[in-house]
């Protein structure tokens, strides 16, 4: 492969990522770019991931014993959903103040949330019988 179509595709995997927010894995980078960069291979992206990531680039987080990659490099946690598995992005207003012991050097941190998302606590049984879950309860019933 020459160096200017290794440049294009490079390029193509990090536009893609900084471009969504869905935290993709290398897999659904390269389900998501495959059709649209001639040759890409699953090994390219695992490798230019990997390359960014070096670099400082992206960043990696680990959800569910997946890797999942992120184009938003600044300090921020993560929400994940624990019903449909959606992740977005959280950030503080105010850098959050730890105290961390003497001597410590902190590399990186990943703070995960996790609960429910908006559209997931709707659809949550409550015990109340709320009109939202009566509506849910409809829908199931018409099946
Ligand atoms: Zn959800
Ligand atoms: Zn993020």
Known sequence: MNNKRRTK???????YLRS???????EAVYSALKNKISNL???TVYRN???????GLLKEIKVN????????????????CEKCGKIEDLFFKKPPKIDF????????????????????????PCKKKCSNCRKAGKKKNKK
């Open 9 to 15: 595709q490079k390029t193509a995997i990090l536009e």
């Open 20 to 26: 969504v927010k869905t935290h993709p894995t290398a």
């Open 41 to 43: 291979s699953l090994g």
């Open 49 to 55: 991931l990997s390359d960014f990531k070096k670099e």
């Open 65 to 80: 014993d997946k890797k999942r990659f992120d184009g938003e490099v600044s300090f921020h946690g993560h929400f994940v």
């Open 101 to 124: 012991p003497n001597n410590y050097s902190i590399n990186s941190a990943d703070l995960i949330f996790k609960g429910r998302c908006k559209n997931c606590k709707i659809n949550m």
